[in-house]
């Protein structure tokens, strides 16, 4: 069989149920491309947003030396770099998590807000009713 007829299978889920599909070469080729693309897209998005949110957090840290005391006076309380249970310390360093928290608070890496719709027969919010099936959005940045 030429290589451009080969089938190539693959499956999509839908509910409970998968479907095997097959796909000729040029097609699955045209699928890498984009699994690629949306890869580096997720992996670029992942980045910056941690990139941000660190970047605010030392921010925060270099200018307050209460703060930078604080959470040092801590981490130095328990944490062991390389420890068995490093992942499970760090988890529960409650000011630590509240450093993270008030910086993600104050300088949201991603300041839209997620889209939500309102129900079918609409709703109020406040003194404000927002008919049905509209697709509203808070920034998060001004809700912090």
């Known amino acids: 069989m030429p290589k451009s007829k080969a089938m190539i299978p693959f499956t999509k ?9 097959s796909l000729n070469r040029s097609t699955n ?9 949306d890869s580096a897209l997720i992996i670029v998005a992942g980045s910056d947003t941690t990139t941000a ?24 309380s328990f944490y062991k770099p390389g420890s068995e249970t490093e992942f499970r310390d760090l988890h529960e360093a409650t000011y630590l998590n509240g450093v993270i928290n008030e910086a993600l608070r104050l300088h949201p890496p991603v300041p839209s ?21 509209v697709i509203i959005s808070t920034p998060i940045y001004s809700l912090g």
Do not use: C
């Open 13 to 21: 889920t839908q509910g409970n149920s998968i479907t095997l599909y």
């Open 29 to 37: 080729r045209i699928l890498q491309r984009w699994l690629n693309g």
């Open 53 to 76: 949110t660190l970047t605010h957090i030392f921010y925060h840290l270099a200018r307050s030396q209460q703060v930078f005391s604080k959470l040092r006076k801590e981490l130095d």
């Open 113 to 133: 807000g997620m889209l939500r719709v309102t129900p079918p027969e609409g709703i109020t919010i406040g003194s404000t009713f927002i008919p049905g099936n």
